[in-house]
């Protein structure tokens, strides 16, 4: 069976260095598609879009590009292994069911690990049921982007006592 799965390498995307990063595009319906970043960066004028692969002539200090194309084509094959388990099983968000669990540090993914890796993503941990959780959760999220990684550790630790202290006591905190 055939995907509409093929490899990229947009030179809108281009990096300070020259380097463009190489995706795979996944068309899983006439109107949406997702990118798939393979973490492979090279300068765009050694990109083959007929074919989908690196040119030969790429410099060393990229990397060979024998090795490279091989490395493109074990992602393509975890790309298409996910995309047909999306597709066997009638998943309603295939784009976001691929984008979610394509990694590309994954080794070679069979038919009977991609069940367990779906789940092992969609467990998450219970929401806290108390407003105040709630409200917490809400502030450490608007604050992502604007405070230090060790000040939201910081935050989520509080929470975490808070939730054990509430657990301890019996009762809710309001």
Known sequence: MQFPIKPICPAGKQKKDG?????FQYCFS????????????IPNQFWNPSKGCIKDNLPIQFGLAATLNSELIRQFRLVQDLAMYAATNRLEGKGSFVKSN?????????????????????AKPAKPSSKLFAELDDYILSKEKRVSPAT???????????????SFRGKTLD
């Open 152 to 166: 939201l550790t910081v935050f989520k630790n509080v929470q975490l006592h808070l939730q054990a202290f509430d």
């Open 102 to 122: 394509f990694n590309p540090c994954l080794t070679e993914l069979g038919p009977e690990f991609i069940p367990a890796l779906a789940k092992s993503r969609k």
């Open 19 to 23: 380097t463009c990063p190489i995706f």
């Open 30 to 41: 006439a109107e949406h598609r997702t990118l798939l970043n393979t973490g492979l960066a």
